[in-house]
Nanobody
């Protein structure tokens, strides 16, 4: 059974940082492409960042230069380091595994597994 469990969300002021973690079980993240996406109330789901099995990363334009996706294959854990947070980053963040399609910054994302999400709130 595949499980993805996110943690690390919270409330911060603009300019602050958070590090999200996603512990993956039942799916080897050294083999599958992984990603983070987010959804804010009233807005479409947005692909934020993805990391291929071999390590190539992709980001939406809205987070490029501020967010960093990484993974620890030994711990089977996916991370999202978020710096210089803005109020518009407020959303529920989900990690996803076994990515079929990922177009950064869009809803055009197809994946087989996802977690329950973790709330990130950025105040101005």
């Amino acid at each position: 059974q595949v499980q993805l469990v996110e943690s690390g969300g919270g409330s911060v002021q603009a300019g602050g940082s958070l590090r999200l973690s996603c512990v993956v079980s039942g799916l080897d993240n050294s083999v599958y492409d992984m990603a983070w996406f987010r959804q804010a109330p009233g807005r479409e789901r947005e692909g934020v960042a993805a990391i291929a099995s071999f390590g190539r990363t992709r980001y939406s334009d809205s987070v490029k230069g501020r967010f960093t996706i990484s993974k620890d294959n030994a711990k089977n854990t996916l991370y999202l380091q978020m710096n210089s947070l803005k109020p518009e980053d407020t959303a529920v963040y989900y990690c996803a595994g076994d990515i079929g399609t990922f177009v950064p910054g869009t809803d055009d994302c197809i994946f087989a597994y996802w977690g329950q999400g973790t709330q990130v709130t950025v105040s101005s």
